[in-house]
């Protein structure tokens, strides 16, 4: 990642850490020099939302490349590639601002999940497909009632004869309108008052008989959100992921995989890079709290990459990812205000800063929310250190 240095500064390019050996730089720069050719296209809004924009072409042209499932073994269509290496691809997406979005969340934690507890036949027959960037996953957890509390999870799996059927609703389904598959927690047994015990996860083709998805218009007018409502839809009996009853605890792994990246951390980094370009360096007040997110983002990417190695070492990243996560957040959220204090009523032309700030700051109150709230990382955080 590179980090570029202010209108009229000499210019000149500051290392944010130290190279993390030959073979991994020079894939960053294969990296680069792909993204240079294929992301300038795109237009500022795009780049500021990166992997919360939805390109099936541009996935399809990573997995090419062998920058999707870069971990996994080989016979599923993996590349046997390090954590760290991942990493560094999943840094410059972000940093280039790439629109990611159609494969991110199948990489990051569908695929990982699916091989970590999923049957043969669904190992050979979706991870290869996620790979070279055909299939989408979406997450099927929140419910109407139920976001934080997951374990309280309605909806229900019911067996029938050849397979399940499903009822409930799910929200907030980032994507589901445009998903081939969501890998949903639903409950088979008891009631939601029975909470960890009852749960079980599924792999749900979206294309099924009996599931409505309808989208949801946020407030900045995207339209990324949907509530999914199954009613009486009946999948494969196959369609379960691991233990009949053991969800809880596959999806608590799960949530380690999605808070522990550099998406939390680098959501509003193309801002950053906009504020840059356009700071005045006479101006002491801005290039000092220009340099102090500099050096935050340096420590936080620091403690990411710390989470990647653990990763890599098969290691329960858990509360390390929480701690990593919460601190992310509140860094990304803040520079939307910061920018805004920085360059006022500036920002009201038409020019890339002010677009990506807009941008920004329409998506920041929800950088705190997914994948798990801030009070909810805390208390988890909490509760390790009281143990
Ligand atoms: C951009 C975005 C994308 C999302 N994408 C998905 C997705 O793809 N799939 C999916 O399943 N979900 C998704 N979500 C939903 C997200 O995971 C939930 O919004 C989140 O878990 C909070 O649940 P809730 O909205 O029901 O809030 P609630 O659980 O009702 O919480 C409301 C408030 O109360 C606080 N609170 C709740 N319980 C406690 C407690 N015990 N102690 C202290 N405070 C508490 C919370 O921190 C929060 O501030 C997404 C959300 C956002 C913002």
Known sequence: MRFYCAKNFPVKVIALAPPLGEDIEQLRKDVRTFLAEHVPQYSAEIRAASWMSYDRAFSRSMGARGWIG?????????????????????????????????HWVADRQSGPLILRCGTEEMKQSILPRIACGELTFCIGMSEPEVGSD???????????????KLSGTKLWTTFAHQADYMIGLFRTSGTSTDKHKGLSQFVIDLHTPGIEIRTIRELGGHDNF????????????????????????????????????????LSSFRLLVEAIGAADRGDSRVTTELGIMYAELVTLRQMSLGVAAMLGEGKDTGIAAAVVKDLGV??????????????????????????VQAVTTEMAPGFSLRGGTREILRSLIGRELLR
Do not use: C
């Not at 032309?349 to 677009?355: E, I, K, N, S, V």
């Open 226 to 265: 949907n509530e999914v409502v199954f009613r009486d839809a009946v999948i494969r009996e196959d369609s379960l992921l691991g233990d009949e009853g053991g969800g809880w605890s596959q999806v608590v792994s799960e949530l380690a995989l999605e808070r522990s990246g550099p998406e939390r951390y």
């Open 330 to 355: 509140t860094f990304e959220q803040r520079i939307p205000h910061a920018i805004h204090d920085m360059f006022g009523r500036e920002l009201l032309g038409t020019d890339d800063l002010t677009r």
């Open 150 to 164: 997951l374990a309280s999870v309605q909806a229900r799996a019911e067996r029938v004869a050849g397979g399940w």
């Open 70 to 102: 870069m971990t996994w073994p080989k016979q599923y269509g993996g590349h046997e590639r390090s954590s760290l290496e991942r990493y560094v691809v999943l840094e410059e997406l972000l940093a280039a601002g790439a629109p990611s979005g159609a």
